[in-house]
């Protein structure tokens, strides 16, 4: 599975655009597996979703349509044909992509059960990487009235795995012999 945020711009004061890639368990587990998070254009979100994609295969991705980010289904799907490269992207009904309702502060306190849970994973060997900096930080400065920190792109995109309907993949079965 893939979540995102995407932002439209690589200004110093801008929002960042944040994509985590998702492995779900069969315990209901997600485990983060690989990502970005970065100040970028478009184009550089694009081709990081794409090279993900094509690394991943993911079961669905993750596209926020709120406002002007409806355009973004349109123009992925004309990249997909453009590069050959097509997924799923997860839908909310019939309708393709994640619409959010209310504050995300909101969504977010719905993701935190996950957390405290221990449902979510984060490996050690991204540790160092902007991503999980960016994380620990919007979770340390998180609140219940909102985001301390200086940014919520990551969190944002944490909450977005509520929307995704993953599937459990199958319990290992213990292995039987039998002789005839």
């Not at 478009?42 to 979703?49: R, S």
């Amino acid at each position: 599975y893939i979540t995102t945020d995407l932002g439209t711009s690589d200004g110093k004061k801008n929002d960042f655009s944040v994509i985590g890639v998702w492995a779900y368990t069969n315990n209901g587990d997600w485990l983060l597996v690989d990502g970005v998070c970065k100040r970028q254009l478009m184009d550089a979100n694009v081709d990081n979703l794409f090279r993900f994609v094509s690394m991943y295969k993911p079961l669905s991705v993750g596209i926020e349509i709120n406002g002007q980010q409806k355009g973004f289904i349109q123009w992925l799907k004309t990249e997909m044909i453009t590069r050959n490269v097509f997924f799923n992207f997860a839908k909310q009904g019939a309708v393709e992509g994640i619409r959010r309702t209310g504050k995300k502060i909101e969504s977010f306190k719905l993701f935190v059960p996950t957390i405290k849970a221990k449902k979510m994973w984060i490996p050690s060997e991204l540790k160092d990487t902007d991503l999980i900096i960016e994380l620990i930080e919007e979770l340390r400065f998180a609140t219940g009235e909102g985001f301390k920190s200086k940014h919520d792109d990551v969190a944002d995109m944490l909450s977005m795995l509520l929307e995704m309907n993953p599937f459990k993949p199958s319990a290992n079965a213990p292995v039987e012999y039998v002789e005839n």
